[in-house]
């Protein structure tokens, strides 16, 4: 049985868009971390999160922001690599130079997820901040 070229290469281009897509759309999906908790302590500071999304998390790469007072612009503070699996809950440890006197922002800068596909925030797809605040 011959088949018409027409046909094989628009059932070749189809099958290639459809594997495509899926991996091209993990960069424009909301985020899929949700940072949960985060503890300071004299030298560091504990961060519980959430691996909201479909496939493993590979490296997640976090920004603080001091308050807007002062002067220091966003810094990144602290890139973790891992497998972090869909729907788990993880703990990791950010070294932060005396954590438990400033107040911080807490914030998704960029995530690797499976299969080395990259996930940035835009304007239409953010992840929700995580303040830690002071006490006195």
Not at 25 to 48: G, M, N, R, T, W
Not at 100 to 124: F, K, N
């Amino acid at each position: 049985m011959r088949i018409p070229f027409a046909t094989t290469s628009t059932a070749l281009a189809t099958l290639f868009s459809a594997l495509a897509l899926p991996l091209a759309s993990f960069a424009q999906v909301p985020c899929p971390v949700a940072l949960i908790d985060a503890k300071a302590d004299h030298d560091s500071i504990q961060l519980e999160f959430r691996n909201k999304g479909r496939v493993p998390i590979e490296q997640l790469s976090l920004a603080c922001s001091p308050p807007a007072h002062n002067t220091l612009p966003h810094a990144a503070c602290h890139v973790e690599s891992g497998i972090f699996y869909p729907n788990a809950v993880a703990w990791i440890k950010i070294d932060y130079p005396a954590a438990d006197h400033h107040s911080l922002e807490i914030s998704v800068a960029r995530l690797r997820l499976g299969g080395g596909t990259l996930w940035q925030p835009g304007p239409s797809h953010t992840c929700k901040p995580l303040k830690l605040t002071h006490k006195s």
